[in-house]
């Protein structure tokens, strides 16, 4: 546009066009480009405006990304920490529980890995305060009886769970 209003308005000042009629569609064709490269000029401007501030948000955003990442790669680091501290606790567990069933009779630790299958993982329960922490019920004054009368070294068990009972201090009896 810019060439073709220049060319124009050359023409116009080098006094090659003499008839009026044609001087007057001239200049207005030079008035015409000049409005619209006025037009085009603000389009660029506002497109330019538009661009930038578009950029500012993706500055804005890759910093957020950049912060969430962060946080993410933090959060995954401390999960894989506690994953192995949990693998080395099961590891050490698992050997203690290798050794104290070496001590067990062996029917009583058949026995006790039936009940856990059995009772969800849970083949033995505390007996405290005369309630048994495996179900929660309170043991009938005759099971209390029962449980008293028993030898130490014999194996008691709730009436209601079926689980084993682990007799202490605390137990109330």
């Known amino acids: ?3 073709r209003a220049a060319r124009d308005q050359q023409r116009l000042d080098s006094g090659a066009v003499t008839s009026p009629k044609d001087l007057a569609g001239l ?3 030079i008035t015409s480009l ?3 490269q006025g037009d085009l000029e603000d389009v ?7 661009r930038e501030s578009a950029q500012e948000r993706v500055a804005e955003l890759t910093e957020r990304v950049s912060s969430v990442q962060s946080r993410t790669d933090d959060a995954a680091a401390r999960r894989d920490a ?3 501290e949990i693998d ?3 590891a050490s567990v698992t050997k203690e529980r290798e050794v104290v069933a070496a001590a067990v009779p062996a029917d009583l630790l058949k026995l006790y890995d039936k009940l856990r299958q059995q009772q969800g993982g849970i083949g033995a329960a505390k007996l405290y305060q005369r309630t048994c922490q495996g179900c929660r ?3 009938a004054i005759t099971e209390l ?3 008293r009368s028993a030898a130490p070294d014999t194996v008691v068990r709730c009436e209601n769970c079926r689980r084993i009972l682990v007799r202490t201090a605390e137990s109330g009896l």
């Open 1 to 3: 546009m810019r060439s």
């Open 145 to 147: 009886n029962e449980v």
């Open 137 to 139: 019920q309170e043991l």
């Open 44 to 50: 660029v401007l506002e497109v330019m405006e538009r």
């Open 88 to 90: 080395g606790e099961a």
């Open 34 to 36: 000049a409005k619209r």
């Open 82 to 84: 506690a994953f192995q």
């Open 27 to 29: 200049q207005h064709e």
